[in-house]
């Protein structure tokens, strides 16, 4: 793991970092915010600091939501670090969409682990943000022996778009072993298997047969994990988002969470007069972050 | 004036705007965010919303800093607008660096009027953005007899690099009639006569007559206004600004003040670990929006 560069931000410090990673074998990008707490003097030793991961969205990079989501005031506020991984394994050698369309492929990779060729060399984006970042993260920043950031338990979960669905996929296919702590989302895809751009991404990288595709399905997971607890998914969507009618459609999480436990644990917040930009994402931001700072323990 | 886009953000809404100014000669965009109070239903009819201008660096169109900057929660919690001008004059007839380097020409208007040739006929941006601009916007959102909104009397002015110094520039140069009530810079060029951006910049657009340079130069202005109330001049920039020693240089703005009237009228804050990016900006925002805020009489 490199440090590529440290700047302060906010009370903090933004740690651009990049490594060599075993499920994409490529070279990655990641972003994490420290906040303020991180670096106080007198910071309990007993305590450790929880992290909330943001998935971005098609095209994104780390820097997008570090840049505009403005996710730092409130990790400043509530102590909590901030993950912003990429999207997709990148470089010459990764197969890219064969049309050059910015909805598959290279920063589209969807949050899932490819099983067709020519994706499944380097598309393991599932293992990689849910599995193998975590681990790296925890031995990079805790490896010394001063055990002050939490990546692997204490842990939320957030994302835009493509990145909503694989904050949702994430959480629920995660959910036995309460490997995330809280789960909210911004303009989700939430059924892939029955919108365009899922439909074009779990068919270059899962196939046809859809019957696979269900183990990545926001739609078809929440029926088969047993609702546990008092918390809930938060979701926000404008009402001015271009893409809420073909690509987003969040009721339709709503109508797959009808008479189970689910059921009045799942929030749709719909917005009016917001798009599907960082504007929106930004308003919002706020509100999620005390959502998770309340799952996580810290209010 | 065309309202090409209008956004729901934090509590008021983005407006992008585009209109042709008389100015440059040319088609120009400008970004407007109108604050949560224009929208209430009891806002007092005797008042009027006043606004902060913010001049953008380098390279910037009026998007850079509405997405990135994060005035748009402090506008709300005050109750100002904001306006984000562009930095030049663009298009295919308009010149540009012969060099094609990103410190002069489109995107790099420096805020002055040229008067050299092939830059005369379209960079006017002094009167573009301290005059035209101003009526314009003014004409628009107040021109149906509804003057909620305040852009020619109760405004502040802000600006980051090359808009730092466009507005230190604007200010001064305003200062007799108090065009502007209010001046901030983010890690602005404060003395561009003495620095390599501001002398190509000054050169291409003024000519190499460099007593011309006087009249936008901050460092000479200074001397030529007398300093009539308690207000300051509120400066940040980062102790890792790459371009702080080069380019920026505020310790000379410091020099120039001494023993005039301006004396412990200009306050620099250096802040540790910072760069030149919009994390820094981002993070002195609240700061500089309580400065305005106070001197615009909202607080």
């Known amino acids: 793991m490199k440090v590529v560069k440290e700047l302060s931000a906010c009370g903090g410090k933004l740690i651009k970092l990049s490594h060599d990673s075993i499920s994409t074998k490529t070279r990655m990008n990641v972003n994490v915010y420290l906040p303020k707490q991180y670096y106080a003097q007198d910071f309990p030793r007993d305590r450790r600091i929880p992290t909330v991961v943001y998935l971005s969205g098609l095209t994104c990079t780390p820097d997008n939501a570090s840049e505009k989501a403005f996710w730092q005031f409130q990790a400043d506020k509530y102590g909590f670090a901030m993950v912003f991984p990429d999207t997709s394994p990148?470089?010459?050698?990764?197969?890219n969409d064969p049309e050059g369309s910015w909805d598959f492929g290279q920063g589209a990779g969807f949050y899932v682990n490819a099983t067709q060729d020519p994706y499944a060399p380097h598309y393991q984006m599932y293992d990689y943000v849910h599995k193998e970042l975590p681990q790296t993260l925890d031995a990079h920043f805790n490896g010394n022996g001063v055990a002050k950031l939490?990546?692997?338990d204490d842990v939320a979960i957030t994302g835009h778009s493509m990145g909503g669905f694989g904050a949702i996929c994430g959480y629920l296919k995660g959910y036995a072993e309460r490997k995330y702590k809280s789960c909210s989302a911004f303009a989700p895809i939430v059924n892939p298997s029955n919108v365009p751009w899922g439909q074009k991404a779990f068919g270059g990288y899962l196939g046809d047969e859809r019957t696979q595709w269900q183990a990545y399905d926001p739609c078809a997971l929440i029926k088969n994990v047993k609702h546990v607890n008092d918390d809930k998914i938060l979701i926000h969507v404008g009402d001015a988002d271009p893409f809420l009618?073909?690509?987003l459609k969040p009721e339709l999480l709503l109508e797959a969470v009808k008479a189970t436990s689910w059921e009045d644990h799942v929030q749709v917040k719909k917005v009016h007069g917001f798009d599907h930009s960082y504007y929106f994402v930004s308003t919002f931001v706020p509100e999620h972050a005390e959502?998770?700072?309340?799952?996580?323990?810290?209010i």
């Open 245 to 247: 009618e073909e690509h």
């Open 90 to 95: 990148r470089g010459d050698k990764v197969a």
């Open 291 to 298: 959502f998770h700072a309340k799952n996580l323990g810290l």
């Open 150 to 152: 939490d990546f692997q």
